[in-house]
């Protein structure tokens, strides 16, 4: 069992940065493959980045990401991080962290993960 906690979202403004944390309790942490989920009003729940387990040495991105946010953990802190730099309006949504051990899925199905936070806020001005 995996409890995950998000924070760090808030208002900032086009261009600005926000660091989100994800602290998690439970045991096992480095064996859990890691996740970044958004969701807008009125919209799905689309991948962020993902991050394999163990030492993290493998990250994935969605292309709408791709070259401005990093996603990073650190096993000794149980907490996972998402670093979001040339924030735009269109990255305003929940954001939630997520944690699964299937190893062999696409990072990017909400159903491999198995266990999710309750989200954080960003909003983006423009």
């Known amino acids: 069992q995996v409890q995950l906690v998000e924070s760090g979202g808030g208002l900032v403004q086009a261009g600005g940065s926000l660091r989100l944390s994800c602290a998690a309790s439970?045991?096992?942490?480095?064996?859990?493959?890691l996740g970044w989920f958004r969701q807008a009003p009125g919209k799905e729940r689309e991948f962020v980045a993902a991050i394999n387990f163990g030492g993290g040495s493998s990250t994935y991105y969605a292309d709408s990401v791709k070259g401005r946010f990093t996603i990073s953990r650190d096993n000794a802190k149980n907490t996972l991080y998402l670093q979001m730099n040339s924030l735009k309006p269109e990255d305003s949504a929940v954001y939630y962290c997520?944690?699964?051990?299937?190893?062999?899925?696409?990072?990017?199905?909400?159903?491999?993960?198995?266990?999710w936070g309750q989200g954080t806020q960003v909003t983006v001005s423009s």
């Open positions: 997520a944690a699964g051990r299937d190893y062999k899925s696409d990072y990017g199905l909400t159903g491999r993960y198995d266990y």
């Open positions: 439970g045991r096992a942490f480095i064996t859990y493959v």
